[in-house]
């Protein structure tokens, strides 16, 4: 007996550039995204939220009327409102502090890519589909700028385990990670066990390790 096929990813998506947003709606429904509702500021996205429910939001920061940080305040509001939600953070600008504005302690289903570095629509897609499964992405340009010039939990780490942390902060599996390092899956899993007791992570039914990992890797 075949299994069924899961549901179209659903999305909204918010840009104030009407070409943009009509660029990327039309690229992810060429790949079979059900994109739900299309807005140009955060309150038509509050809106489109509560009409269509969808799996994922994909936000701007900077949205009208200042151009400021509307869209991430819109995120974390979707965020407390529909817990269930996944939130992607869309930025032309590399801004650490937005990503700990967005997490605010819940680091599930969540995302942060940086619009000129999406590498393409089959990675955009797959970043969207992880989000939905409650996975957090992060582009790691971001990843690079938090641990930059600053000592911390990192510190604690081989360089081969931040390799491997880097990968675990873009959401990747540890087949992913073993094949973008060249480790056997066995190695990847050796090198995060001992990432989690160098950074004092035992196993707790209230939280994942593995996002905690890579929080306690970006934090300042």
């Given amino acids: 007996m075949t299994s069924p096929e899961p549901a179209p990813l659903r999305v909204v998506l918010a840009d104030d550039s009407v070409f943009l947003r009509e660029a990327i709606a039309g690229a992810l429904r060429g790949e079979g995204v059900d994109v739900v509702a299309e807005v140009g500021d955060v309150e038509h996205l509050h809106a489109a939220v509560e009409e269509h429910a969808p799996d994922v939001v994909v936000v701007d920061v900077r949205m009208p009327p200042d151009f400021q940080t509307e869209g991430l305040r819109a995120a974390r509001e979707l965020r407390r ?60 340009d971001v990843v690079a700028k938090m641990i930059g010039g600053r000592r911390g939990p990192a510190d604690l780490l081989s360089p081969r385990e931040l390799a491997v942390l880097a990968l675990m902060a873009e959401g990747r599996s540890n087949q992913a990670i073993g094949e973008r390092l060249c480790l056997a899956q066995r190695t990847v899993e050796a090198h995060i066990r001992h990432m989690f007791v160098r950074l004092d992570l035992p196993p707790a039914p209230d939280y994942h390790r593995r996002v905690q990992a890579v929080l306690a890797y970006l934090r300042p």
Wanted: hydrophobic share 40%.
């Fill in 81 to 140: 409102a529909h817990p269930d939600t996944g939130v992607l953070l869309l930025s032309a600008h590399l801004e650490t502090r937005y990503l700990f504005g967005l997490l605010d302690g819940k680091p599930r289903g969540v995302g942060y890519l940086l619009k000129d570095r999406v590498a393409g629509v089959d990675a955009f897609v797959d970043a969207l589909h992880r989000i939905r499964s409650g996975g957090c992405v992060v582009d790691p």
